[in-house]
């Protein structure tokens, strides 16, 4: 029997949409879903969209690339880079590849300077990073991606150079399953429908089934422990941090590297620290 055989053998019907790859949806597509609503100011959603399409790996492109990456029009990308330029927010070299101008921190700023949560974070991470010589970090949920809200670095842990506001897949992430498993079961049944099930690493869950299974663990344990399913080499290990009312509202994580921090050491010495961590992070959300 063919390795394929053999999977469609192995899992049922029902399931087999669950594997299979989902068409990709570009994020100016998917304004479209709002085109009814007269309140929806699509201009700045369509300004947002081409934002966010500035990363560590692409922070320079030109109209054409925009275009490509975020499915508007050149028109509309664009009429989005003018009014960016002209308010100080973005800027283009001589050969009409736009970046990002220092200015865009200041939203960031607003933010972490609001965010009682942010504000709370920082500081316990810092102690924890001085205490353990370890990276540590709290995040959000915000569609299918985490994001990062405070963060303590004191070696590089993974490839990509992760700083407040870098984001993540939810899946396959520790922090990610956290946060998904306590999530509501509407919402949650709502996100595994539409959820792409990257394979990052020969490890990386890929098929929801298996990955309801992880998450029931998740709420049975308290935690979440990822063993490079988004990076080989790295394992990480996540708790909950609850709001007044019970609810999750955050999730604060320890990660390093596969070699030298074994899984076991990951559950025995490092779960009391960041579950107390959580517990105090949860006073402030009271």
Known sequence: MSPSSALQAAVPTSSLSAVAPRPKVLPGTALDQYSGDPNFMASLARGLVVIEAFTPQTPQMTISQLSLRTGLSRAAVRRCL????????????????????????????????????????QPILERMSAAYGESFSVATLDGEQIVYIART?????????????????????????????????????????RVI??????????????????LRNVRRNGYALCDQEYEVGLRSIAVPVHAGNGRVVATVNLSGHAPRMPMLEMQTRFLPPLRAAAAELSVFMR
């Open 153 to 193: 670095s004191v070696t590089r842990v993974m490839s990509v150079d992760l700083h407040i506001g870098s984001r993540l897949p939810a899946f396959c992430t520790s922090m990610g399953r956290v946060l998904l498993a306590y999530l509501p079961q509407d919402q949650l049944e709502t996100y595994l429908a």
């Open 197 to 214: 099930l990257t394979q990052y690493t020969p490890r990386t869950i890929n098929s929801v089934d298996k990955l309801r299974l992880a």
């Open 82 to 121: 003018y009014t960016l330029v002209k308010l100080g927010f973005a800027g283009a070299d001589e050969s009409q590849r736009y970046s990002l101008r220092p200015k865009m921190l200041t939203l960031a700023n607003t933010y972490t300077a609001s965010s009682t949560l942010a504000n709370a974070a």
